[in-house]
């Protein structure tokens, strides 16, 4: 097996040692070479080094035998990997209980883990996604800039708080998109007639996504515009 950088060796031998079970210690470790064994009388061992004059690491030998009994308390099973691993589903529910964090390592992966070190993995994914949002927003406006320039005869409108500019802060408040494809679309290939709807956004970032959509020769529906707005009134 080959793998780009060491960081991602780790996660590998990581996850390797939480889904066997195992009790894995590197007892070498530099920038050409790897080496990884289990507990004492244990056969298992794995050596690795960089792969010839190419970027990226290789496994050279690998005797992949275990005489040893299953560890529930995996030191493998660290906060960064545990946040890692309950990203996606911290993502879709921000409200996950560090408990129910706890329960689930428990009973899917078979290993041991405290609540205090569940509450850092969470905060882990918590300011990492904040973080992700806050530069997401920021280049939304460049992003919507080079929607017009690339797609001409697009609608393109995004709009900042009047307050947030007010105390020197650009927060975003709405956005709208019609690309010119789907307008030509609509014109030319579909029935008079425009339905609108909206749905709740979950998560760090709330709204609702509002969409416009139209029906075509075939009784499908045919997107032609969305808007993401804070609330569902008549002024948005």
Same mark, same amino acid.
């Given at each position: 097996?080959?793998?780009?950088?060491?960081?991602?060796?780790?996660?590998?031998?990581?996850?390797?040692?939480?889904?066997? +079970?195992?009790?894995?210690?590197?007892?070498?470790?530099?920038?050409?070479?790897?080496?990884?064994?289990?507990?004492? +009388?244990?056969?298992?061992?794995?050596?690795?080094?960089?792969?010839?004059?190419?970027?990226?690491?290789?496994?050279?030998?690998?005797?992949?035998?275990?005489?040893?009994?299953?560890?529930?308390?995996?030191?493998?099973?660290?906060?960064?990997?545990?946040?890692?691993?309950?990203?996606?589903?911290?993502?879709?529910?921000?409200?996950?209980?560090?408990?129910?964090?706890?329960?689930?390592?428990?009973?899917?992966?078979?290993?041991?883990?405290?609540?205090?070190?569940?509450?850092?993995?969470?905060?882990?994914?918590?300011?990492?996604? %904040? +973080?992700?949002?806050?530069? %997401?927003?920021?280049?939304?406006?460049?992003?919507?800039?080079?929607?017009?320039?690339?797609?001409?005869?697009?609608?393109?409108?995004?709009?900042?708080?009047?307050?947030?500019?007010?105390?020197?802060?650009?927060?975003?408040?709405?956005?709208?998109?019609?690309?010119?494809?789907?307008?030509?679309?609509?014109?030319?290939?579909?029935?008079?007639?425009?339905?609108?709807?909206?749905?709740?956004?979950?998560?760090?970032?709330?709204?609702?996504?509002?969409?416009?959509?139209?029906?075509?020769?075939?009784?499908?529906?045919?997107?032609?515009?969305?808007?993401?707005?804070?609330? %569902?009134?008549?002024?948005?």
């Amino acid at each position: 097996m080959t793998f780009q950088d060491k960081k991602e060796m780790k996660r590998a031998i990581d996850g390797y040692s939480i889904s066997r +079970g195992v009790k894995l210690t590197i007892v070498h470790s530099d920038k050409r070479s790897f080496r990884v064994v289990c507990q004492d +009388g244990c056969p298992f061992t794995l050596y690795a080094s960089t792969h010839g004059q190419s970027v990226g690491w290789e496994v050279k030998s690998l005797y992949n035998e275990h005489m040893c009994a299953r560890v529930f308390n995996n030191p493998r099973a660290s906060t960064k990997w545990l946040a890692e691993y309950f990203k996606h589903k911290v993502q879709e529910d921000p409200k996950f209980k560090t408990k129910d964090m706890k329960n689930e390592a428990q009973r899917e992966l078979k290993v041991n883990v405290s609540v205090y070190k569940c509450k850092r993995a969470k905060k882990l994914i918590m300011d990492e996604m %904040e +973080g992700g949002f806050r530069d %997401e927003f920021a280049n939304l406006e460049a992003y919507c800039n080079e929607l017009r320039l690339s797609k001409p005869g697009s609608d393109v409108c995004v709009e900042v708080s009047r307050e947030g500019l007010e105390h020197g802060r650009r927060i975003f408040k709405r956005m709208y998109v019609c690309f010119n494809a789907l307008k030509v679309g609509w014109k030319e290939g579909c029935r008079p007639l425009i339905g609108m709807d909206g749905t709740f956004l979950k998560g760090k970032s709330r709204g609702i996504l509002l969409t416009a959509v139209g029906v075509d020769g075939n009784d499908s529906l045919f997107p032609v515009a969305l808007g993401l707005v804070e609330k %569902e009134n008549a002024h948005n």
